[in-house]
């Protein structure tokens, strides 16, 4: 969940760490800090509570100066927010900074104290500095032995990076579970726990594998397996350009990445979509069809946003293929004991692919008898893609606000496409083509739906002074309602939730009243009679409704539509998920809230 910087080069390192930390603290942003050896071999440590800037201001008022360094951007887990628990820790001549969760911290705590060793912090991370001392003031080891040693005594997810203040011309980083990458220079080497705090300084890198420890120098990488041998690993070079991972015109990460889905969902689509309205998975490969078609359940894990779409999937394979589907969220998935229905095909969905949970979920899936696995992610070289037996990528570009727009709209995009791919070894050829013929508007459609933004930025502000709203769809457009709720929820800090509108009579319908507004999705259907009747009750009943809709509307004063564009029936649910994300958004930009960064929440949830 936190972010880790550091360099070992032949210039001052400073700039680069704040940087690269700053371009990480969506992955955390309760505290920072740095560490770095001088020329006079002596630890510099600076560390602050709050975003990142506030080091920024630390920093620059101190001349320092420095070769190697290490920085750390937190998201607390042991430990409250102060200065003592804001990494990195030291031990004497060791600095560590960590990301992920020691699970037997607190035996090793009291072993350590035994040893005499004084704790300053509640955290796990200043057991691992202690261990590592302990460890190599008994052994006279190497560093990589003593770390090797370490290792087999810490129970958990993490990786770590280490300076030896006593050999100061090497970075040691280690993964375990938790990823890392090595950014290669010139005569300069960097690691962090993503490329997009490197991409200013690089676009060459080379991914860590589980179990990896890396010797980082000047001029040379080591790197050691699992099995203590040493390896190479394949050297990757990026394609992002480093101005996206920019907000540009944007006020926030949020708003550019809403106003991004276009082009998104055409990359999504590139060379998916045939001319002959077929679906073509070339990452897949012609042999997995035979799997496909022995597939009898779908049984799809995730988490938040993720398991949204998920949501809004078993709608479309079930009354599009007639394959049963089930959803679970990732985290109650592996904590019971499962059935595994016959012929049943698992897939795994997330933004980042190195969600604790779902990575848990797909661990434990692979116990059980499952056909197979397959990922929907939009991170290439991610611990969920690498653990998959088959992987389609969302393409949606990096995402840093912390609130996933795009990553929603592509992971629907994919499922449908799968739904079609389905259909289409089912030879349904006519709902893959309409899946196909669908598709190929969407991006068009969704540039219109943006156009609507006055609109919901005029609704927006008639509610940002509520402190609870519900929303209520039916069928599909349930888990539609879901995610706006969600959305605003995450960014807002306004109570929202969500009901199946058929519901609302089994005890929701008690909140009604005129400081309770009700946002009801609308869309021409086969239920929107239905719908219609619930807009009735609510109405009746002196309920603040406002409704999304393709169709007009005539009720009470107490009813207000924002009457959207014709869309078509397949891909709709993805289209009228982009008003609650712009609803969202200005809601909470009218109350002055730090949309990209949340309170309590980061980005990517990398421990359980």
Not at 125 to 133: D, N, Q, R, Y
Not at 173 to 202: K, Y
Not at 218 to 238: L, P, W
Request: charge should be positive; hydrophobic fraction near 40%.
């Amino acid at each position: 969940m936190c972010g880790i910087v550091g360099a070992v080069t032949q210039r001052n390192i400073i700039n680069f760490l704040i940087k690269g930390i700053k371009k990480l603290e969506y992955r955390g942003y309760d505290s920072s800090g740095l560490a770095i050896v001088n020329h006079e071999n002596n630890i510099i440590r600076i560390r602050c509570v709050g975003k990142v800037n506030k080091l920024i201001t630390k920093v620059n008022k101190k001349k320092i100066f420095g070769n190697i360094g290490i920085a750390h951007t937190r998201w607390a887990t042991h430990g409250r927010v102060s200065k003592e628990n804001t990494h990195p820790h030291i031990s004497s001549n060791i600095i560590v900074v960590h990301n992920g969760i020691i699970e037997n911290n607190s035996i090793l705590r009291n072993f350590l104290k035994t040893r005499g060793y004084i704790f300053y912090s509640d955290t796990d991370t200043e057991v691992i500095a202690h261990l590592l001392h302990w460890e190599q003031n008994k052994t006279k080891n190497s560093i990589k032995n003593v770390i090797q040693k370490t290792m087999k005594k810490l129970h958990g997810n993490y990786s770590m990076v280490i300076i030896d203040k006593n050999n100061p011309l090497e970075l040691i980083a280690v993964r375990s579970r938790s990823p890392l990458v090595i950014g290669l220079g010139s005569e300069e080497n960097f690691i962090a726990s993503d490329q997009i705090a490197l991409l200013h300084i690089t676009k060459r890198f080379i991914y860590l594998e589980e179990g990896d420890i890396a010797i980082i120098k000047k001029k040379e990488i080591d790197i050691f397996n699992k099995y203590n041998c040493i390896i190479n690993r394949q050297e990757i070079v990026s394609n992002i350009k480093y101005e996206t991972v920019n907000k540009g015109k944007y006020r926030h990460y949020m708003e550019k990445e809403i106003y991004e889905q276009p082009r998104s969902i055409e990359k999504t689509l590139q060379n998916r979509l045939k001319k002959n309205n077929t679906i073509n998975f070339l990452e897949l490969g012609k042999k997995e069809d035979i799997l496909f078609c022995k597939i009898e359940h779908i049984q799809i894990v995730a988490c938040g946003t993720s398991y949204n779409a998920a949501m809004v999937s078993r709608y479309w394979f079930e009354s599009l293929t007639n394959i049963p589907c089930d959803v679970e969220i990732a985290s109650e998935f592996f904590s019971r004991k499962l059935a595994v229905r016959k012929n049943s095909f698992l897939i795994t969905l997330s933004q980042s692919g190195e969600t604790a949970d779902t990575l848990s979920a797909l661990r434990y899936s692979k116990k059980l008898k499952y056909l197979g696995n397959l990922t929907i992610c939009n991170m290439e070289g991610s611990s969920l893609v690498k653990e998959s037996d088959y992987y389609l990528s969302t393409k949606a570009g990096i995402e840093i606000g912390v609130a996933s727009t795009k990553s929603f709209t592509t992971q629907l995009t994919v499922l449908l496409m799968l739904v079609a791919k389905l259909a289409n070894l089912q030879k349904k050829r006519n709902i893959e083509k309409k899946i196909v013929q669908s598709l190929n508007v969407l991006p068009t459609r969704i540039q219109e739906i943006l156009k609507k933004n006055p609109l919901i930025k005029n609704m927006a502000n008639q509610l940002s002074n509520k402190k609870n709203i519900l929303f209520i769809g039916r069928g599909e457009y349930y888990p539609i309602a879901m995610e706006g709720a969600l959305k605003l929820k995450e960014i807002s800090y306004i109570h929202a939730e969500a009901y199946p509108a058929g519901e609302l009579k089994h005890g929701p319908l008690a909140l009604i009243d005129k400081n309770i507004p009700v946002i009801i999705i609308a869309p021409k259907n086969s239920l929107l009679e239905k719908i219609k009747k619930n807009i009735k009750e609510i109405s009746l009943r002196g309920g603040l409704i406002y409704v999304f809709s393709d169709q007009e509307f005539d009720y009470e004063k107490n009813v207000n539509c924002i009457k959207l564009p014709y869309i078509e029936e397949l891909i709709a649910p993805i289209f009228y998920t982009i008003p609650l994300q712009l609803l969202a958004y200005y809601i909470a930009l009218s109350k002055k809230k730090n949309i990209d960064q949340p309170r309590h929440l980061a980005k990517s949830v990398t421990v359980e």
